[in-house]
């Protein structure tokens, strides 16, 4: 190539630049093990030397191995940011940076403590938040308040969960049901479904029906088994969790419901509202789906009945796939959408 051919090579790529800057730099991930670790360290290098590079970036996502404060991200200004993922670790402290602040979209592990809880709703302009609550300690639940009065804009929550029955849960909903447009609660493999309040299924399902606007609630996830259970049961006499998804399909506004095992019955296909539209389950590799008959009888009678039904999914492991020809086929009959998730379910042990 000759002086002329780089020329114009040079000038493509300056022509370039902006658009693959953009691009590049929209969605940055830091891994910070310690220190942080070299590639992590060259790109923070970058952002401080090159101050337009820092307000093209719109997701940062970081996986730590302890908690940090990360001075450097304040290198970000305010409202620049528009998701935020911190996984790993927790740090109260990170969450109060101004470039944190304004995101639309919280991500984190943790917290573990009421403080640090109360640091995620203190976020004005949060849209959705996403909360790993495996850590927490159910005995820290006594007299927690969560106070989100600042998170006005709030209207998605994701909550994963060791068992069903944590009262954070509801702390957190007694706060927030009415503003929620959506509530995602997701269960560790093979969750204990006991229940250790006695109200709580009761206090859930009312702050459920509190929610004017919460059209979407899922339950996913595959908890402990019937028969792991049992097995348990005899050693620790526990008692297992009343079905109460029954009763949050009676919410006016809900037209997307996910059910996991153990917390529904027949009941809710013979009830099921007009408003609903939408319905999935989460089937483990030892139980059938005890309610085949009940959900074949609710499709079959949908354009009967005015029902608003449009779409059935299932979660559960590949080779469970012909347990649901026969709903497929009723589906296809009546109108109905029919989607089937392969998943990898976890190993049940007693």
């Given at each position: ?164 029955c944590q009262p954070i849960v509801n702390a957190m909903l007694a706060g927030l049901a009415h503003q ?171």
């Open positions: 190539m000759g002086p002329v051919e780089y020329a114009a090579a040079a000038l493509v790529a300056r022509r370039w630049t902006p658009t693959a800057q953009k691009a590049l730099y929209r969605s940055i991930t830091f891994q910070v093990y310690g220190d942080l670790e070299s590639p992590g360290q060259q790109l923070v290098e970058t952002l401080k030397r090159h101050p337009h590079l820092r307000g093209l970036v719109r997701q940062i996502s970081i996986h730590a191995s302890t908690p940090q404060e990360l001075d450097w991200m304040d290198l970000f200004p305010e409202n620049s940011l528009q998701n935020f993922t911190y996984s790993g670790a927790f740090s109260p402290a990170l969450i109060q940076k101004d470039a944190i602040r304004t995101v639309s979209h919280l991500t984190t592990h943790g917290p573990m403590d009421a403080a640090g809880l109360q640091a995620c709703f203190e976020l004005p302009l949060m849209e959705t938040l996403e909360l790993d609550l495996t850590d927490w300690d159910p005995r820290m639940a006594s007299g927690v308040t969560v106070d989100a009065s600042r998170a006005r804009n709030l209207k998605h929550l994701y909550i994963h969960i060791q068992c069903i929620l447009r959506s509530l995602h609660i997701h269960v560790s493999p093979c969750a204990k479904l006991d229940s250790t309040e006695g109200n709580w299924a009761e206090d859930f399902v009312g702050h459920v029906h509190r929610g004017a606007n919460l059209s979407r609630v899922v339950f996913s996830g595959f908890p402990e088994s019937h028969a792991a259970f049992s097995v348990r049961n005899m050693a620790e006499q526990t008692q297992r969790v009343q079905p109460f998804l029954n009763g949050i399909a009676q919410q006016s506004a809900l037209d997307h419901l996910g059910c996991i095992g153990g917390l529904y019955t027949e009941e809710l296909f013979r009830t099921l509202p007009h408003t609903v539209k939408a319905l999935e389950f989460y089937v483990d590799e030892e139980t059938l789906f005890g309610c085949e008959g009940a959900l074949l009888d609710l499709l079959g009678r949908i354009k009967e009945d005015g029902l608003s039904l449009r779409r059935v999914s299932f979660f559960a492991a590949k080779e469970r796939r012909t347990w649901f020809e026969a709903i497929e086929a009723v589906c296809k009959e009546n109108g109905v959408e029919f989607v089937f998730f392969p998943v990898v379910t976890p190993l049940q042990l007693p």
